[in-house]
């Protein structure tokens, strides 16, 4: 399908050489497809981008829903949902390190909101799922729910980003180990806090 062959080509020169760098021309020369076929399914840059975003965070918006309707206990629910994101931000870094930087901008602040929006969708399932814990009284009633959110998306953040990952990293660790290390890491923190 054409869409979908514009969408694979426009993620991966996003995430190779950014948005502002990427011209719709190279993204039409990568899908095989005319200029026009992109402003036909798209209409504009900013448009496409926001399309490639909403097909990563539809799956994970799924698989979030999935979890919370599961009869799984709020515990290991949490430990689900720090699982899947610590796999899904792993092997995704480039392109959450693409996110963060348009989210960053002041140049474009309709993309900004546009981007944000599409995020809140998956954080609205998160919120679902500790407000959930609370009301089963699997997780303690005072606790900040934003800032456990935050303590999540912090992390995942500061672990995988390719600059602040070498301040982590241990000597002689390997991506594995490091990525259980947090996984571990975040385990602890977030059942710790939540957790009665």
């Known amino acids: 399908m054409t869409s979908e062959k514009i969408l694979s080509a426009a ?8 948005f502002d760098l990427t011209s719709v021309r190279e993204i039409a020369t990568k899908a095989d ?10 209409g504009s840059k900013e448009n496409l981008l926001l399309a490639v975003m909403e097909q990563s965070v539809d799956s994970t918006r799924l698989k979030l829903h999935n979890i919370n309707q599961s009869a799984s206990s709020s515990e290991e629910k949490l430990l ?11 092997s995704n870094c480039k392109y959450h390190q693409l996110i963060h930087r348009e989210l960053s901008t002041t140049q474009r602040p309709e993309l900004v909101e546009g981007i944000s929006k ?3 969708r998956n954080s609205s399932e998160l919120r679902k799922l500790l407000e959930e814990g609370q009301k ?11 800032m456990a959110m935050a303590t ?3 992390v995942m953040y500061q672990t995988t980003h390719s600059i ?3 301040r982590w990293l241990r000597a002689n660790e390997d991506d594995e180990s490091y990525r259980l290390r947090v996984k571990k890491y ?3 923190l977030l059942t710790g806090y939540l957790v009665k």
Do not use: M, S
């Open 152 to 154: 999540l998306f912090g």
């Open 33 to 42: 497809v005319n200029v026009a076929l992109i402003n036909y399914h798209f």
């Open 118 to 120: 599409i995020l809140n």
């Open 164 to 166: 602040f990952r070498k």
């Open 186 to 188: 975040l385990n602890d």
């Open 80 to 90: 689900q949902v720090i699982d899947l994101y610590v796999e899904k931000i792993f």
């Open 11 to 18: 993620r991966e020169l996003f995430e190779e050489k950014g």
């Open 136 to 146: 089963k009284k699997a997780f303690k009633k005072d606790v900040d729910i934003d």
